[in-house]
């Protein structure tokens, strides 16, 4: 059985493993999985008439629906598969309080989100590294918690929400904050199936499923039954299985061998382990048990940086089991730990010390099953096919090897002018559902976020028509105000690297990339997007398509060779054709075009390329793209080309030195 079906079943024999991430390419059909094992989840009880699923025989006391009596009737219904997508809304995913009706009305109004929905169930979350950091926490919170809160404007519901998490991510688009990384129990990467005739045979399915659904899951129903039978035994017998000493010495040198991080490793591959023993008929946990626990608790808390392999080492693992294997059997195991299916003990980590998270936003989820790489932005044949290998330029030879980039600094922040509506970020201005109230409007639904000074102001005029005569307002709909916010948005910054040999020496082009390097760590903090093309000879390459991956577009940048001539017309049509590809894909998501270049046009001879550069800077201009040039000319004489290049960009210029955050300061202080 393959790793993902052994991990999701572990987690419905024991919710207590604590769900599972799912790291793979795109098109490994991870969410069929998914859904085929919400199929064979055993059914839960629920409370007739219940929108927050309360079981009869444990109602939630603070139950917006309740209270329930002892007695009520209780349907069966199947465990639920609830998708939260990654652009979802705060108020889809938690619920929404109606505060309308609580002001004008004074009843407390809420109506269910996707927690509730998901409550005894699984919730699944595809492209979980996209997820708006908010929703992150949000759901960090619930799942910490086993419950959602919800406030708004002084009124507060909360209920139970204990779900099963199984998040699936692509991670070449970007990796998950740590804190969420942790919250999952388990890991599996998959790969799509090399071999020619398993692929054939995942496409045979599908295109069986498609074509006779009906006769297509009737086949399936024999092994579904089976299965869900099975899951069924090994939940009753869970309680009966004991992790004796040795399991448990083996299960500690295990993590201990690969240094994660806290004890929660250490719980999770001893529930993972218990519960491997109950779905393999077992009543005591065998050192196989802790084997494939340890392999699917541990990859994702070994500390380890972005470019490491993923999995664990086998040989790490097997002398780490061998350390910790008594020299003699002993016929004495330890009681049965108390492991009944509650939820995860917390060990207190979620806050603390966080790298510049990573969740990315949602507008550009797509769906699971795609082919590979379908998501990306397509670009002519022949030209990107590279861009999971390691080599970024084509056919002529570098004329200078790649140098390294040299020191990174702190980034000044640039930024796309006017005030935009994408989803949130760190980089330019946007309207946003968070941020600084700057003003207010009549609500065009439901009021998310009321304004009330606004909303006192706006019925106060009408209080003696409304017949009030004592304290307290005369509140009706049409009072109400909507409060504006302005915060920032997350960017697509898309580099146009000059390798042209006219770029200077080594140090010089050393130099470049360090800048570059400095911005796209500046990018990885504000949620950008980031995108890198380069050109030098006889053209451009769009190097690395929009991604959220800032590891591959320093990877791809410190790898790129130097030298040849300086086609710039060529590296702007790329990046104009690149952002109008982009701006189907991901409309809200404003471009900031950042220009590298000294700005020299070379080609061909009998060819103005200067000319045409300014024609491509100025299709750019007419397109409404934002930008930045970075001058990098060198030397003495200065000819100025890449200002003027900026100048029909309608683009800022900036030096190389002037990138720095610290230069920034200094300038000001120089005009005070
Ligand atoms: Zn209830």
Known sequence: MDDMRLALLLNAVSPAVGGVLVRGEKGTAKSTAVRALAAVLPPVAVVAGCRFGCDPAAPDPDCPDGPHLTDSPAPQRPARLVELPVGASEDRLVGSLDIERALTEGVKSFEPGLLAAAHRGVLYVDEVNLLHDHLVDLLLDAAALGRAYVEREGVSVQHAARFLLVGTMNPEEGELRPQLLDRFGLTVEVAAPREPELRAEVVRRRFAAD?????????????????ADRIAEARERLPRVVLGDDALRQVTAVCAAFEVDGLRADIVTARAAIAHAAWSGRETVTEDDVRVAARLALPHRRRRNPFDAPGLDPDTLEQALDDARPEEPEDDPTPPEGDGGGRPEETGESAGETPPGREGTGSDADSTEAPPS?????????????????????????????????EAFRARRLEVPGIGEGVAGRRSKARSDRGRVVGSRRPEGAVTRLHLVDTVVAAAPHQRARGR??????????????????????NLVLFVVDASGSMGSADRMAAVKGAVLSLLVDAYQRRDKVGLVTFRGSGAEL?????????????????????????????????HETLRVEAVRDPRRRPLLVLVTDGRATGARGVDHLGEARRAAGLLRAAGTAGVVVDCEAGHVRLGLAGDLGAHLGARTLRLDELGAEQLVRTVKDAA
Do not use: C, I, Y
């Open 211 to 227: 074509a006779d659904p009906a006769g297509f899951s009737a086949r399936w129903d024999v092994e579904e039954t089976a299965l």
């Open 374 to 406: 379908a998501g990306d932005p397509v670009p002519p044949r022949g030209e990107a096919d590279d861009t999971d290998g390691d080599t970024a330029l084509p056919v002529p030879a570098p004329e200078r090897a790649a140098v390294d980039p040299g």
């Open 469 to 490: 005569s004592g304290p307290g307002l005369r509140l009706q709909k049409e009072d109400l105000r909507q409060a504006t916010l302005e915060g920032r948005e997350g």
């Open 543 to 575: 190097a690395l398509p929009p991604t959220w991956s800032v590891e591959a577009a320093a990877a791809r940048l410190t790898g790129l060779p130097t030298g040849g001539r300086s086609p710039v017309a060529a590296g702007l049509l790329r990046a």
